[in-house]
């Protein structure tokens, strides 16, 4: 009686028999070359949903690829369990952040290990664990001696929503990255990181990652945002105050005709101190704190107030206007700017509603700009006018010329300006790590000691819903101050969990160091990263970053290597009904596709879905077609063991038979095919060769058991459970063992191809007369050029193509096409 594929049966065997010895631990002293493959670590704030699951599926197929190519491959997994989707998570369940953050671990531990992914878990790290925060708390204390941490009192991006502080990152386009709703700005103390002082470095340095996707460089380049220009000042009419600017456009400095304020710049109060003037500041301001950062910058923002004072341009001694608008964000260049209407399309449309004057200063070439026909502003190059002594000079050369201008006459100077601002780290929740700081009236400040990390959260609060329960947790609070031993209270605030993935890396190559976050030489030996895989999403939070961190770390001499990552991909998403799957919105279940197909034919479907760089729908009729063809495998190798000959690689050179030699080149044919599309990540591809390579043992039924084709039959059962290996791991290893080998399948070595056994008998290739197919040849691979061009002469079609004309010459592409130029 036939024996059936029952994954149910096979997959938990494998699974224990895995863990039982082991297999996926790595070893540290292997003379192997290494490959250390990572996916980004899971928020456990719920479980796994099949999107998640192509993420883990490609890194596990990478990196069961790479053992059995030979390398010395370090997987691990851990868990990014501190922060607000965690916390977040558990106030939906009424959960205390402690017992639902566990729980979620441990049931997402039970899905990776049902799905058969090749961890080695003895590195695991959980980044809420003391043990490892711990550690957070004195790479904190590092960046403070080094000033590289410090605290600000500064308008910061707040969800009212979620009730905590944002980073920049955190609230792009003035949305909150975890709940999507409006972001606002409060004036609040707050701790952060001088990212800044690395700008250039972050900047010049994406340079080196040619193996990362440009679109992520490009979005990294452009939140840096590096631009080069003049910082100068104007004057205020009857005042010793002046307005600093910064202007990548020096050569329009003589088309201002007004000056622009952010309504929050501390210039304000010193311009307008009292009466009228300061009552419509300050209503102003209220309406402006009403409204998000990309309420203000929209392009229906033109709202601003005159105040009653003038500035004077320095470049031409003319006395302007000062305003202050929405347009203008304190956080930008210096929080003022020099207003070009004829020149900038924001000033054009402000000055219009307001009544401004336009002053072209430049013209482009042949043509005669009129402010009072212009309908938008003129931003290209062009010719100097109305400039002074630079006019008739091209615009280009005289932004070098007024640059040397201006610092000659000591009123400006040429510097860099970057648009990433300094990183906020703290955070108003009770979820996170403890920033390791006490605050004494006597001694100030205080770092707490070294000794006496880690600074352990407070595990039995009451827990609530909304803001931090820190400061009022007078057990944690009050303590004493390390320097005088006077009364003193704990910074309530924790770090944004960016931290712990910040480095996080680095902890998997040495995670039961007691002394150290990890040792140089560990880090050293594994660092950087070979293939880290996550989502586009974190382009400019988690992965700049981290490149942060790792040039920071490099320059306190704890590491050897300024990058973290040396490849980087970003998967597509997994669409379901065409929305992202997500925790909160729930997607497909792995448990339930696993229950009733197995993992390996979820796996396998994940993989053919399509391109793993695009975004995929999920169809659950898809799986189906899936679980069929590792049917259809199964019983083309475990349902003819009869057919399996051990010895056939001793033997197999001594095959004639014609279909046995169209069987083993369909078997080298698809090793090339799997090899090469795993190479370039066409995971669907090597799965639709493999699918062939089953149809064509198929097809044999029982002639496979005859003399002349066991022995090729023999070699396709085995290359199969090979090249299955990193899709379906289960079934691969089920089938090896069937074919009588004792190591597993996973640390066997990848099958190598021969070229001359892959190679067609007979190849088609076109034959064009003036690029237009007009017949085929069907001719053995490698025929000379000069034979291929005399069969193409030869053919009656083309040579009734050819009639009355002449041929210019024969274009010859071996093995592809013929390509005859006639007139």
């Not at 819903?465 to 303590?479: C, D, H, M, R, Y």
């Not at 007369?769 to 000379?784: E, H, I, S, Y």
Request: charged residues 25%; proline residues 6%; negative net charge.
């Amino acid at each position: 009686m036939e024996e059936h594929y029952n994954p149910q049966e096979i997959e938990p065997k494998w699974q224990f028999r895995w863990a039982e010895q082991q297999l996926y631990r790595t070893p540290e002293d292997d003379s192997r070359p290494k490959f250390y493959c990572l996916e980004m670590f899971p928020y456990p704030s719920g479980d796994v949903h099949v999107g998640h699951v192509r993420n883990y599926t490609i890194g596990d197929a990478v990196a069961r690829w790479h053992r059995m190519r030979g390398y010395n491959v370090l997987y691990p997994m851990g868990f990014d369990a501190f922060g607000q989707p965690a916390e977040a998570a558990a106030v939906r369940h009424n959960a205390h952040p402690a017992t639902w953050t566990y729980q979620c671990i441990e049931r997402m531990r039970g899905q990776f290990r049902r799905l058969g992914n090749s961890y080695d878990w003895d590195r695991e790290v959980v980044t809420c664990d003391p043990e490892y925060y711990r550690w957070n708390q004195w790479l904190f204390l590092k960046f403070l001696e080094q000033g590289l941490a410090y605290r600000s009192h500064a308008p910061v991006n707040w969800c009212p929503k979620c009730e905590f502080v944002l980073s920049d990152e955190e609230a792009q386009g003035g949305k909150c990255w975890r709940c999507d709703g409006p972001v606002t700005k409060e004036d609040r103390e707050q701790w952060f990181f001088k990212i800044t002082d690395y700008a250039d470095r972050l900047l010049g340095d994406l340079q080196q990652l040619e193996h990362w996707p440009e679109r992520v460089r490009t979005m990294q380049a452009n939140w840096i945002g590096r631009s080069d220009g003049v910082e100068f000042a104007f004057d205020v009419v009857g005042s010793d105050q002046k307005i600093p600017v910064f202007t990548t456009r020096i050569d329009t400095i003589f088309g201002v005709t007004y000056v622009v304020l952010a309504p929050e710049h501390e210039l304000v109060d010193r311009l307008v101190t009292d009466g009228e003037m300061r009552r419509k500041v300050e209503a102003y301001r209220a309406e402006v704190d009403a409204k998000t950062n990309v309420e203000r910058l929209s392009e229906e923002a033109k709202a601003g107030l005159r105040l009653d004072v003038e500035a004077i341009n320095p470049a031409n001694g003319e006395q302007v206007p000062i305003f202050i608008a929405d347009y203008v964000l304190l956080g930008y260049g210096t929080g003022a700017i020099m207003a070009v209407p004829a020149h900038d399309q924001r000033d054009f449309e402000f000055a219009h509603a307001h009544g401004l004057p336009i002053r072209v200063v430049i013209q482009p070439e042949g043509e005669a700009l009129d402010p009072a026909t212009m309908d938008s502003a003129h931003i290209g190059e062009g010719v100097q006018v109305n400039s002074g002594q630079f006019d008739g000079l091209p615009n280009t050369e005289a932004q070098v010329k007024l640059a040397e201008w201006l610092e000659e006459r000591g009123v400006g100077r040429r510097r860099i300006n970057y648009r990433l601002r300094d990183w906020l780290v703290s955070r108003q929740r009770y979820w996170g790590t403890p920033i390791p700081i006490i605050y004494c009236e006597t001694c100030g400040t205080v770092p707490v000691p070294e000794s006496d990390l880690p600074v352990v959260l407070p595990p039995d609060l009451p827990y609530a819903a909304t803001g931090s329960i820190l400061p009022q947790a007078e057990s944690f609070v009050k303590t004493a101050c390390p320097r005088c031993g006077a009364s003193a209270r704990r910074e309530t605030d924790t770090l944004a969990q960016w931290i712990e993935s910040c480095w996080y890396i680095l902890r998997y190559t040495d995670p039961k160091n007691n002394e150290m976050p990890f040792s140089r030489e560990a880090a050293d030996r594994w660092l950087p990263v070979d293939q880290y895989i996550g989502g586009i999403e974190h382009a400019v939070l988690h992965l700049l970053y981290s490149r942060f961190f790792t040039k920071v770390l490099y320059d306190l001499g704890l590491i050897g290597f300024q990058e973290p990552f040396t490849r980087l991909f970003t998967h597509g998403m997994l669409l379901q009904d065409g929305a992202a799957m997500s925790k909160s919105r729930g997607g497909v279940a792995p448990d339930d596709i696993i229950a009733r197909h197995g993992a390996d034919a979820l796996r396998t479907y994940i993989l053919f879905i399509a391109p793993p760089g695009q975004e995929a729908d999920w169809q659950e009729g898809g799986i189906e077609g899936i679980s069929r063809f590792l049917n259809r495998a199964w019983r083309a190798v475990a349902g003819r063991a009869d057919a399996f000959a051990p010895d056939w690689r001793g033997r197999i050179a001594d095959t004639s038979d014609d279909t046995a030699a169209a069987l083993r080149r369909s078997t080298h044919q698809t090793i090339r095919r799997v090899t090469n599309d795993i190479e370039r990540w066409h995971f669907n591809t090597a799965v639709s060769a493999m699918m062939e390579l089953v149809n064509a043992m198929t097809e044999l039924g029982d002639r496979a058991s005859e003399p002349d084709l066991r022995l090729a039959y023999s070699e396709a059962c085995e290359h199969l459970a090979l090249l299955l290996a990193p899709f379906a791991p289960h079934l691969a290893e089920e089938l090896w063992a069937r074919l009588g080998n004792r190591e597993s399948v996973h640390l066997a070595e990848w099958p190598a191809w021969d070229d001359a056994i892959a190679q067609e008998e007979q190849i088609t290739l076109v034959v064009q007369v003036n690029g237009k197919l007009r017949d085929r040849l069907t001719v053995a691979p490698g025929t000379a050029e000069h034979d291929l061009e005399s069969q193409a002469l030869a053919s009656p079609r083309i040579q009734a193509h050819l009639e009355g004309k002449s041929i210019q010459k024969v274009i010859v592409v071996p093995d592809r096409l013929v390509n005859i130029v006639a007139r």
